[in-house]
C-alpha cells in the first residue's frame, strides 16, 4: 500500500501522518478537543488481564490521566457472560464515566431487518433501566447505519422516537486488530515488548486521530469536537494514559463524552450511506471526496500485521 505523508507542525511537535484529501493550512493556534469512548463493555477476559483486573485498570489510568466523562457503550449481551459484568459497568459510573446503549447482541444493520434491530436496541435499554444516570446515548454496532436509504432513515426514526442520540465517532482505528495481534502472539507462546507495544499503540491513534482533524479542517474549516473510538480491552487499559499524555503533549483537551456532541456535528445528517467511519468522513464523502481517501491507512489488516512483525510484536513465520 502506498501511502502519502505530510509534514505538519502541532504544539511544536513535528508529525508524519497520511495526507487527508486538499491541502490543509494551519495558520494560528488551534482549540482542539477530543473524548474518549470505550465500546463493547463490558468485555470477557482477555490474553493479558481479567475482566475485573481490566476494568480497575482502565479507572485506574483514566484517573490518572484526569479524564471524567468518558463514554462505556454497553453491549448489554456480555453482562451475564462475565458473571461480575454489572459490577464493573457500576464501577466506571462511580468513576465518573459514561454508560451507554450499544445493543443487546451487537447486530450489524447492514445485514439484519429493521425490526429486529431495533428490538435488539430495546432489549439493550431494558438492561440498561437497572443502572442509575445512565446516558441517552447509542451508538450503531461496526458503525453502520444502514446499507439502504430506507433503512437509514428507519433507524434514526426509531432512535429518535426512543428518546436517543446517535453517539457517532469521529475518529476511527483499528484497535480492536491490534488486540487480536496481541493475542495471536499471546497464544503463540510469544511475550511482546511491553515498550514497544505501547509505543506502536499511542503511535497509531495519534496518527489517526491527526489524520482524522485534518480532514475535517478541510472539510469544515475548523476542527470540531472530536469523538476517539476505542474498545474497553487489554490495550486500552494498559495504555490509554500513555495515550492521554501524548494527545495533551500535542495540543488536545481531553473533554466529557457528552460535551463533544454539543458540536454542531451532532445535528448533520450527511446526505450518504457511507458512515461507518464516523462523521467526519461521512461529511467529506457527502461533499464529494472519493471513499477511499478517507480511511486511515493503518485501517489495514495487512499493513498492521506486517507493522507488528518488523517491531518484533509478532513472533516471526
Sequence with gaps: MMIATLAITVGGVLCAQQTPPGDVEMSEPLRREIALSFDDAPRPDGTLLSGAARTARLIEALDRAKVKGAGFFVLTGNIPKTGDGAERLKAYQKAGHVLANHTHTHPSLNKTDIDFFLSDVDKAAEVLSGFDDKSNLFR???LREGDTGAKYGAAQEGLADRGLRNAYVTVDNYDWYLQALVDEAVAAGH????SVLAQTYVELLVDAVEFYDALAQRTLGRSPR?????HENDLAALFVDDLVVRLRELGWTIIPITEAYEDEIADSAPDTLFNNQGRVAALAHAAGVEARSLVHAAE???????????????PSE
Excluded at 472530536?226 to 476505542?230: A, D, F, G, P
Excluded at 499493513?303 to 509478532?314: E, K, N, P, T, V
Aim: without cysteine.
Design 300 to 314: 489495514d489488516e495487512d499493513y498492521l500485521r506486517q507493522l507488528f512483525w518488523d517491531r518484533g510484536l509478532l
Design 226 to 230: 472530536h469523538v476517539l473510538l476505542l
Design 191 to 194: 511475550v511482546p515488548d511491553r
Design 140 to 142: 450503531f454496532p461496526y
